[in-house]
């Protein structure tokens, strides 16, 4: 049996932290119990970006260790082409079409809309792969599906390299805007909006000087700047 544990630190936290209580601290202390010993039976995989947050027994039971860096331009630039088609591309041979009225059988009455992408070339996509160095490969995929919604409230519903440059400007910024993240801030924001990958960027120090609180107010201001310039853009060709 293999048991992979995802966010491994969110479960099996440092116990000398103060802050812990008792529910996970016997939690941890009751995994601790059933993984003391080696077993032919059991394969267990911690995945984690933090594994410095991992207590120390559990560190124990580990190994091998594995690392996974942020990807590099070529895997960025296969993985802007896996989205593409995935999330962009109209099904074009019987076989997708009729996985798609699978998916969504409401669209033989309600004739939703498909995306389709005009002027998308090699060259356009290896420029963008270049320009989203230090992105995740989750920052990558919601990019490419922001780019369908983006494209899904224009009339014609086509991604061009506007809509997709337009869309990557706003990943800049909130890229950029992760950088000024404290520790803590960083935990909240994921959760809310699922931008992991801290060790991207994220900022190591936990208290924020003055220089940073203004360097992360002018960046949210220029995402709300950004967010509006692209609703009247939307609202313009409408």
Known sequence: MVLFI???????RDRKQSEMSEYMRHTINSFLYR?????????????????????????DRIDEVVGFGLPSKK??????????????????????????????????????????????????????????EGFSGREIMKMVVAWHDAAFTLPDAIL??????NVLHKFHLQHKLKATWTKDEAMLFEKMFSLSDMAAG????ETKDEEMVKSQEEIMASIEADRIRLRDIREGQH
């Open 6 to 12: 995802d966010e491994a630190d969110a479960f099996l």
């Open 35 to 59: 993984t003391g010993s080696p077993s032919e039976k059991v394969i267990l995989i911690l995945a984690t970006n933090g594994p410095e947050q991992l207590d120390e027994a559990v560190h």
């Open 75 to 132: 895997e960025r630039q296969i993985m802007l082409y896996h989205y593409l088609v995935k999330f962009c591309t109209p099904p074009t041979s019987t076989w997708q079409k009729i996985q798609f009225l699978w998916k969504y059988p409401r669209s033989i009455y309600t004739g939703k809309k498909l995306i389709r992408m005009e002027g998308v070339t090699h060259d356009i996509i290896e420029r963008i792969a270049t320009e989203t």
């Open 160 to 165: 061009t390299p506007e809509v997709m440059d």
């Open 202 to 205: 994220s900022a190591k120090q």
